[in-house]
């Protein structure tokens, strides 16, 4: 059972986004990925307003209605503007049917102002995604490391946080988040460098490491070969593949009454 | 059946891999049915002493195993008397094709040194690799950054040189330019490997923009996933003719080319 984390309707041809979804399951398809989630809508929009927020989430929306049995989505948020991000969490999870946020570079993840945006997914047990990188060329002012999430994740122990692109450069991200619990890491979107697999369970332990992609950037393929030639145990490879990407969305989906 | 023409023995200078022993590596691509393996050395990334790390190598592919690792020795222009270096892999050792890493050797493609070794090469009937990018430059080392190549001077050294034939090693898009590619393709002497093409389906992606005869198979291992260039061909829906094009075929052939020169 392959489930991806993280996918978007980006970097993929169609005007729709149902026509964008067909293009990206049918590659998944050749891998025998059976569920993605999905985040974001396009163009790539790294501090949106609130209304390019909607536009979005709308976007992911649609591509959800064709493809429930198969696709999750996380709604997208913007810290810099909270109260909207509170009234799209209410739309798109509480009374709509995402499972998860998306948090990415308008601002850094550490500061209080993300508080009320965590607490209110912590209620509704919603993953926190949150994309992460220490670039050796430098982060964007609002691009969070690894340590920002740490900081974040001590102040809301209950929530469940995913450590997007495992920090970049892994080997640091991997040390950052090992104290802290409730992060998990996520594999997507950096090159698929051999290793980085072993490292994580070795440091984590397997519990704490989920497979995405973040196709259409990257290639399915690419991203899945890191899990599929990582030298670990058939048991902790199919956990990390979708067991816990399953256990950690268990909680929402019941509660939605659509758990599987 | 796979050539896999980006492999590398040795050491990564920041990181102990799964497969950094010879005898890992191979067990993993024989596995994967690779019947062939342009091998070169992570040593020649760093070592000065060049001439020692392409013996070395010379000597642990007829070892390891002499039916299935073609040895791809470097060529360091920046180095005194790297001339020498060149015609000890030419003469001496019998290699048909050579590595450069002008990024990690801190030369650019339309230097001085870049125009000697490319006269060279052509003049041999050596297939030359140019390394593109070893590593996202966003994951380096600190101390072992290295800027990706910028391969369009080639376009100017293909016209110059009919003899040259080139294979780019871990090139990647966007930052090889379309127009660039598409160029340096059309010569039909030059080749790409897929081990840092990224995208959905991109290896589909590319046979639609630059045909399938340019595209060769580099997993990059043991610094990449193995694994992962293979997952990028099944990932894209391709033909028989293609598949075996750009797993084998097309880089044979690019070797084949330059052994019927005069
Ligand atoms: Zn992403």
Known sequence: MIWDLHCHLGALPGRTPHERMAELMAYADRLGIERVVVFMGWPHAVDPDPD???????QVLDA?????????GFVYLNPNHVDASLREFQRCVVRGPMVGIKLWVARRCHDEALDPIIAAATEQRAIIYQHTWYKTTGNLEGESTPENLVALARRHPRATFICGHSGGNWELGIRAVRSVDNISIGLGGFDPTAGVVEMAVREL???RVVFGSDAAGRSFGS?????????????????ILGGNLEQMLTPILRSKGTGS | MIVDTNVHFDRWPTRRLPDDEPKRLLARLAEHDV??????SFDAVLHRDVAAVNQRLMKLCRIADRERLVPVGTINPTLPDWQEDLRRCAELHGMRALRVYPGYHGYALDDESAAELLTEAARLGILLQIVANLEDERTQHPLLRATGVDVEPLIAWMGRLPELHVMVLGARRPRTRPEVIEQLVSTGRV???????EGAGCVAGW???FGHESLVFGSHAPLFAFESALLKIAESPLGELQRRAILAENA????????ELP
């Open chain 1, 52 to 58: 390019e927020m909607r536009r979005q989430n709308d």
């Open chain 1, 64 to 72: 959800l209605s064709h493809w429930h049995d198969r696709a999750f």
């Open chain 1, 205 to 207: 332990g397997a519990t």
């Open chain 1, 223 to 239: 991203q899945l070969g890191k899990v599929i030639g990582a030298e670990v145990s058939d048991a902790d490879r199919n956990l």
């Open chain 2, 35 to 40: 019947a062939g393996a342009w091998v070169g």
């Open chain 2, 191 to 197: 080749t790409f490997d897929l081990s840092m093409l």
């Open chain 2, 207 to 209: 046979i639609e923009q």
């Open chain 2, 252 to 259: 044979q052939r690019q070797l084949d080319q330059l052994a």
